[in-house]
């Protein structure tokens, strides 16, 4: 009780300290920036979001945060994520200005000296000199794994070592990175290979010029990349674990929810369902999605798929299946265009995640005790699904291939075959242990306090 008064009056303390928020405005990295507002804001902090119009957060669902937008700049062709590298550079050249008028401005309301400090996503590497220019202090927050940063860190080496641009011949290879084969490399095919260097020495460069740095992992999945960013950055690093173990990420949702899946989901036995979905970003070509199509339907499993509008390359959504195509599985099916994933990760039905490996999808997977089929389609998808398969081994690798026949025989290992429920009990292992980091006491909820001292010492 004296602990949690203690607490109490410690949060207190924190009221009217204020922290501004700067997420880059893609799902994936917008849920763990508002989560982080919401982890912070129960923390005592105030929150004020800087916001692009491209992709305006829910603002209805945070009724505690302030909201300012600036004006973005992008024609409305280039108001998309379907080449997300060209996004986030694009956005670098045309955000510095408004994002200057609109911190001028916050910063001179705040008379009494209020603001503490700026969290930005580590993408938006044009931030710097300008907080420099106000005093006001940047902490960044990198929304995937530290162990994929790494791998984005030893793109020079990499380069050096030859393996740019990637060879089709040498995908198999083993680098000199542990797990890693030359197919893994983060790389971004709706961009060139320079772009997303170019992109990857920004980001890298951001992240060393941060304060500090804060992650959305757990040390469960990091035990050798977390030693090795902490040996190898100058800054102080902050693990608060999986954010949405606190905070649903339901609530950042860019799209409007099917719910109906969740009723749906309510009649089926347990870990009876493959729940299948690509995020909210890749796009896949027609060939593919039938693959995908005719390899479920093959599998003999129950399955819940997520398809996005505009997710296959030349569609508008899923016409392109056979006529009555789910009709004809007898309920064995079923389809939505968005659906509250972490809910739907968390059903007793679900028995498995066929996922692209996002990283957000990964952590609600993996927190959640769910095992993994892997189809990394780019980026850090690549070495999340890795991790996933060969460091975790709480899931089947599809090594790129969208074959039917390869797809039904991943399925049934997963769901039905022995091998699927020893990568589920690991899947449950790795949830444990990441509860235990986050309750009282654990090195996730230790972080967040010490993160909060962090942001109190730069209002002294
Ligand atoms: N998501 C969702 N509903 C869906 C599919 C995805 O709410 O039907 C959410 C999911 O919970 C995750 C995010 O969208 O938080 C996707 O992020 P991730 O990093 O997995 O992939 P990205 O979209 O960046 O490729």
């Known amino acids: ?55 305006t957060p829910n603002k209805a669902n945070y009724p505690n945060f302030s ?12 108001a998309n994520a379907d ?16 994002l200057r008028e609109a911190l001028s401005k916050i910063l001179s309301q705040d008379t009494e000296g209020n603001i503490a400090c700026l969290i930005i996503d580590v993408d938006w ?28 860190a030893a793109f020079p080496t990499l380069r050096s070592q030859g393996y740019f641009p990637i060879q089709e011949s040498r995908l198999e290879e083993r680098t000199e990175i542990p797990y890693l084969k030359v197919k893994d490399i983060p790389m971004i095919y ?66 409007q929810h099917d719910r109906s899946c969740i009723t749906w989901l309510d009649e089926q036995s347990p870990n009876s369902v493959l729940y299948v979905s690509f995020g909210s970003i890749v796009q896949i070509q027609q060939r593919e999605f039938l693959e995908v199509a005719w390899g479920l339907v093959n599998s003999g499993q129950t399955f ?7 997710a296959i390359i030349g569609a508008e959504w899923h016409e392109i299946l056979p006529d009555n195509f789910i009709e004809n599985l007898g309920g064995r099916g079923k389809i939505v265009g968005w659906c509250p994933q972490q809910e739907v990760l968390a059903h007793p039905a679900v028995g498995g995640f066929w996922s692209h490996c996002g990283w957000n999808s990964t952590l609600e997977g993996i927190s959640l005790g769910v095992p ?88 002294k």
């Open 190 to 255: 709706t961009s060139t290979y320079e772009e997303v260097y170019a992109f990857t020495v920004n980001m890298i460069k951001s992240s060393r010029l941060s304060k500090a740095i804060v992650w959305n992992t757990a040390e469960a999945l990091e035990e050798e990349s977390y030693p090795q960013v902490l040996r190898e950055w100058d800054n102080p690093q902050y693990i608060l674990g999986p954010y949405m173990k606190l905070f649903p990420s339901t609530t950042s949702s860019l799209l």
């Open 1 to 55: 009780m004296e602990l949690e008064n203690a607490r109490e009056n410690y949060v207190q303390r924190k009221k009217g300290k204020r922290v501004l928020l700067f997420p880059l405005s893609i799902q994936g990295h917008l849920n763990p920036m508002l989560q982080l507002g919401d982890i912070l804001y129960s923390n005592g902090f105030d929150i004020t979001v800087i916001h692009t119009k491209f992709n």
């Open 372 to 459: 993994f089929l892997c189809t990394p389609m780019q980026g850090d998808q690549f070495v999340d699904s890795r991790y996933v398969s060969d460091v975790y081994k709480a899931g089947v690798h599809l090594e790129g291939k969208f074959e039917r026949t390869e797809i039904a025989r991943a399925v049934q290992r997963l769901l039905v075959e022995k091998e699927g429920d020893e990568m589920r009990k690991r899947a449950k292992d790795l949830k444990e242990k990441i509860e235990f980091e986050m309750k009282p006491g654990g090195s996730a909820h230790r972080a967040q306090e010490e993160l909060a001292n962090l942001i109190m010492s730069f209002t």
């Open 125 to 152: 590497w044009i931030t710097h000199p300008i907080a420099d220019s106000f005093n006001l202090p940047v902490i960044s927050l990198r929304t995937s794994s530290i162990f994929s940063f790494l791998v984005f």
């Open 304 to 310: 819940l798929w997520v398809i996005r509008q505009n």
């Open 83 to 98: 080449r997300v590298i060209r996004l986030i550079i694009r956005l670098n050249h045309t955000c510095g200005n408004p």
């Open 67 to 78: 909201f300012h937008s600036i004006p973005d700049g992008l024609l409305p062709s280039e």
